[in-house]
Structure formats: structure tokens, C-alpha cells
């Protein structure tokens, strides 16, 4: 099976960072892209920021500017560095990677089980 393991969460004031990690475990030929959602309550998840395994990088408009993704593809790991954090960042945050678990396989999603972001005023 594959596993994603989200890290890094926490409380942060406004203006703060916070750096999460995701680190793809299990049986993996091939990761395609990788990417951060964000759901907050109430609210619609959303695309926050993603990775392809060429290095292309694309960012929501909320975040662009402030938000870094990063990936280590010898650790099957993808960061977020948050900087400039706001209380409308408050939300779970949550992997995704778009894996191919052999050779002959398509690519499939898989999500890692989240990790909350809380931004105090």
C-alpha cells in the first residue's frame, strides 16, 4: 500500500511560518506530481500549491507570493513552507500525490490524513 504522512502543523501567530512535510511511504514506482490542498470549516478543499516530478510549480492566487513548495524526490517528500501566515489560512491541510505504484500502472491519488493550521489573530 501506499501511505502519506502530513507533518508540521501547529498554531502560529499572523505574520508567522510554518514549514509542513509529506513523505510518501509504501510501494512506489513512480510519483508523478504532488500537492497541498487546504479545507477550512465550512468551506470547499482547495488546491493550495503543486509540484510536478519536472519541477513545475503552480500556486492558488491566495497563496502565491508567500507559500513555497519544495520536493526531495529521492525521500518521496514534499514541503510547504508558509510564510506570511493569515488567519484565512486557517484550514487542515492536506497531501495528495499522484502515484504509480508499478510499471504498468496508471496514475492514481492518494491523500494523507491531514494536519492543522491555525492562525491566531
Known amino acids: 500500500q501506499v501511505q502519506l504522512a502530513e507533518s508540521g502543523g501547529g498554531l502560529v501567530q499572523a505574520g508567522g511560518s510554518l514549514r509542513l512535510s509529506c513523505a510518501a511511504s509504501?510501494?512506489?514506482?513512480?510519483?508523478?506530481?504532488m500537492a497541498w490542498y487546504r479545507q477550512a470549516p465550512g468551506k470547499q478543499r482547495e488546491l493550495v500549491a503543486t509540484?510536478?516530478?519536472?519541477?513545475?510549480?503552480n500556486y492558488a492566487d491566495s497563496v502565491n507570493g508567500r507559500f513555497t513548495i519544495s520536493s526531495d524526490n529521492a525521500k518521496n517528500t514534499v514541503y510547504l513552507q508558509m510564510n506570511s501566515l493569515k488567519p484565512e489560512d486557517t484550514a487542515v491541510y492536506y497531501c495528495?500525490?499522484?502515484?504509480?505504484?508499478?510499471?504498468?500502472?496508471?496514475?492514481?491519488?492518494?491523500w494523507g490524513q491531514g494536519t492543522q493550521v491555525t492562525v491566531s489573530s
Open positions: 509540484i510536478t516530478s519536472t519541477g513545475r510549480r
Open positions: 495528495n500525490a499522484d502515484i504509480a505504484r508499478t510499471r504498468w500502472s496508471t496514475w492514481s491519488a492518494y
Open positions: 509504501g510501494s512506489i514506482f513512480s510519483i508523478n506530481a
